[in-house]
């Protein structure tokens, strides 16, 4: 359940402000998206639409939280009449994003936000937080489901998250991207996640033999059964599981060197007639250690990928930022943008149009004609809340992985490798769009 005061103090010090301003009436136009990709990303896949969603519909201040706020001192000025604004407010504006699952490029919104200006600002703590988070492991979902090959991979790491739930929302952004599931329970029932686990080695050494562990551990699981053979021996557990005979699905390999190991159990487990079942290895697992065992022919059916996966170890952090881009006053509206160097931003809301081998950025009241002989483009942002209210329910988990697939087949090989370097999808600005940054520019320069 969100709460106003998983936010920002400066957010609030800002609403204050507004308040005692008089700028409450004013609707502000915000939008959120990253200004460069990360350190070896081609794309980022979006996620995290469904707990904004539920946030921005649940945003309110409890009495405990605004008496909590009434003893800070950053408001021992500010009059009563905020306090009763914030004990009634409500997000009654409209939120336009694009669906989860969809690659996007630097300065691309994920979403544009347009409410009164203390709806707005107050969520953008949250907003960056659940977009930044989920969309890295997402995308590094995809990249490990890519170097797999077809082969699936499992998420692994609550354990190594930064936070219980935080592991509770990798699973699920990494199924988006791609995973065929998680061992996270609390995100299977949440989100319609397939779950996955059998037993640790503390299982197997609870035991005084081997053997015993790997027997009442087919008692319990039957078919569903996973040995974990690397407690001791690899081989020697292998051959203790065949020799246990049906049922089993299959055997797990947590260290040694894969490379060698998982050929050497394939052959114990298909002599033993178990060619149907499965080889699944762990153990610090990334793309490029899965890159290389797939080009070493490791047979190997199934990859469990933990830490680096979520908390997306090499790329930890996506740069979002969430912008002002106009200001609607007494029906007039302002357009604004930021100058500075390294950080410009363009005025205006925007649409983000997707052809077959490009998108275009413009500005949301545009409508570009296609190319001779090209197919039409796709409207990127979608409505989602209008006037506070949903649009129309969310896609699952399952379909925003569907849509993640199909959206990620699309892009050009460049954009899919895990070496080339970036910028392989062109993002071009319309001219409207840059005749707006022109004459806004101009004129908050004067």
């Known amino acids: ?72 001192p950053q408001f021992a000025h500010t009059s009563s009449g905020f306090f009763d604004m914030l004990a009634g407010l409500r997000f009654t504006g409209d939120l336009f994003a694009v669906p989860e699952g969809t690659p996007l490029f630097p300065n691309e919104p994920f979403l544009t936000l347009r409410a009164p200006l203390v709806e707005a600002q107050i969520p953008e703590t949250f907003l960056l937080a659940t977009f930044g988070f989920q969309s890295m492991i997402a995308t590094k979902a995809a990249r490990v489901v890519k170097a797999a090959l077809g082969r699936g991979v499992v998420e692994f790491g ?72 690397d407690t001791y021996d690899s081989l020697e557990g292998a051959r203790r599981a065949v020799s246990l005979g049906r049922p089993m699905w299959g055997v797990r390999l947590d260290s040694g060197n894969l490379v060698e190991l998982a050929p050497a159990v394939r052959k114990i487990l298909d002599d033993g007639g178990f060619r149907d079942a499965k080889i699944m290895a762990t153990g610090d697992l990334n793309e490029h250690k899965i890159h290389e065992l797939i080009a070493a022919r490791a047979p190997i059916d199934l990859f469990g990928v933990g830490t680096e996966l979520a908390t997306s170890a090499d790329a930890p952090y996506l740069g979002v930022v969430y912008k002002i881009v106009e200001l609607e006053v007494s029906g ?101 769009l840059e005749c707006l940054y022109e004459r806004v520019s101009e004129g908050v320069a004067r």
């Open 332 to 432: 007039k509206k302002r357009y604004t943008l930021k100058l500075s160097e390294d950080k410009r931003t363009l005025p205006g809301s925007k649409q983000v149009f997707r052809y077959a081998d490009h998108d275009l950025l413009a500005r949301s009241t545009e409508c570009p004609s296609c190319p001779p002989g090209s197919l039409p483009s796709e409207a990127l942002l979608r409505p989602v809340i209008i006037g506070g209210r949903l649009v129309e329910e969310l896609p699952t988990a399952s379909e925003a992985r569907q849509h993640a697939a199909e959206s990620i087949s699309k892009l050009p090989a460049p954009c899919l490798s895990l070496f080339e370097s970036k910028n392989a999808w062109p993002v071009e600005v319309s001219a409207e």
């Open 158 to 229: 609550t354990r190594r998250a930064h936070s219980p739930e935080a592991g509770v929302l990798a699973g699920r952004a990494a199924y988006i991207g791609g995973c065929e599931g998680t061992s996270n329970t609390e995100t299977g029932m949440r989100f319609g996640v397939p779950v996955f686990g059998t037993c640790a080695h503390s299982w197997v050494m609870s035991f005084t033999h081997e053997r015993d562990a790997f027997e009442q551990l087919q008692k319990l699981l039957g078919e569903n059964t996973v040995y974990l053979i």
């Open 1 to 72: 359940m969100a709460t106003g005061l998983l936010t920002d103090l400066y957010q609030l010090t800002m609403a204050a402000g507004y308040y005692e301003a008089g700028k409450t009436q004013e609707r502000a136009t915000f939008e959120l998206f990253f200004r460069k990709l990360p350190a070896d990303r081609n794309f980022v896949v979006a996620a995290g639409l469904q707990q904004a969603v539920d946030y921005l519909l649940n945003l309110r201040f409890t009495s405990e939280e605004i008496s909590y706020l009434r003893t800070l």
